[in-house]
């Protein structure tokens, strides 16, 4: 074989390796760049933004039964959102949630904890720390308080929310959703092991919303948990209902769901406290027509 076919050789071969090489980096880069896109589309981008707020809502069963008096409190560290929600029931049970988030550019939920105690003692704590995507869970049982912690690889800032995290998140796709449009976002669930699901977020409907002593106008929204077929053979996970305010500005009026765990009561949370707290019913069609119950969008 004479010596230039021998370099022509080497010289193709050389071609075909740079080519290969210079196209890979190319399809993994278009394809990052397809998913960062996507990713960004599915970004909770705010309008409303919030600020410093205090509250007393009341936590109660179904029938409207009061169960504990709360305390909601929110306020900005620089650029963060804290929020802290207390619950303390007449036979020595504590519930304290918190959560930290970043309003702009768009919507991150950073931390989340749920923390039950009993005469001090703790019966229940998870949290999530949505940086590391480290997620734990105590839970007493028996005397003993067992212990889980998982590292949830597939967690997305941004599109994972837990607790009070969802009405923020609500808030922000509100209009989307009022328009018949419907949002897949994650939860962080506790079984109480640790868990990520996939959860579709869609618009109810208006609602008349009786609480403390007044009627009031709510725009109904539901959380529905997308539960694999196999995994509905050993756990149920109820739907979750949460109610803003309306017209706009869109501020939270309710809550309806477990406390934490799928098999936890299903209880409710009423933005005012103290005289009768009636089922949501539905604004009538004439009353839209007149405006009593329009929505402003």
């Known amino acids: ?16 390796a740079v080519a290969v090489a210079t196209s890979l980096p190319a399809g993994v880069e278009a394809e990052e760049h397809a998913e960062q896109k996507a990713q960004a589309a599915r970004q909770i981008v705010l309008s409303e933004f919030e600020a ?4 007393f809502p009341s936590l109660l069963d179904l029938n409207g039964n009061p169960l504990a008096d709360g305390d909601f409190a929110q306020w900005l560290e620089g650029e963060r959102l804290r929020v802290r929600i207390i619950y303390q029931f007449k036979d020595g049970r504590r519930i304290e949630e918190t959560g930290a988030f970043h309003q702009k550019p768009h919507l991150v939920q950073h931390e989340w904890t749920w923390v039950e105690t009993r005469n001090g003692v703790t019966q229940r704590k998870f949290a999530v720390n949505f940086g590391t995507q480290q997620a734990t869970a105590d839970k007493r049982e028996g005397g003993k308080l067992k212990q889980w912690s998982e590292k ?3 967690l997305n800032a941004g599109q994972t929310f837990a607790g009070f995290g969802f009405t923020l998140a609500i808030k922000g796709v509100r209009e989307r959703l009022i328009k018949g449009g419907k949002v897949e976002l994650q939860a962080v669930g506790f079984t109480p092991k640790p868990r990520l699901v996939s959860v579709e977020i869609s618009y109810g409907g208006l609602d ?7 009627a009031l106008t709510g725009e109904r929204f539901l959380i529905h948990p997308r539960i694999p077929k196999i995994a509905k053979l050993f756990i149920e996970v109820p739907d979750t209902r949460i109610w803003l305010t309306s017209p706009r500005p869109a501020g939270f009026l309710r809550w309806e769901g477990t406390l934490v765990e799928p098999d936890d009561p299903i209880v409710r949370v009423d933005l005012l406290p103290g005289g009768k ?3 949501a019913a539905s604004v009538a069609v004439d009353e839209r027509s007149t405006g009593n119950g329009k929505q402003n969008k």
Request: net charge positive.
């Open 1 to 16: 074989m004479s010596y230039s076919l021998v370099q022509g050789r080497m010289k193709a071969l050389v071609l075909l």
């Open 277 to 279: 707290s009636g089922r």
């Open 152 to 154: 949830l690889d597939h």
């Open 208 to 214: 008349r919303v009786q609480m403390g002593g007044r």
């Open 52 to 55: 410093t707020a205090r509250g």
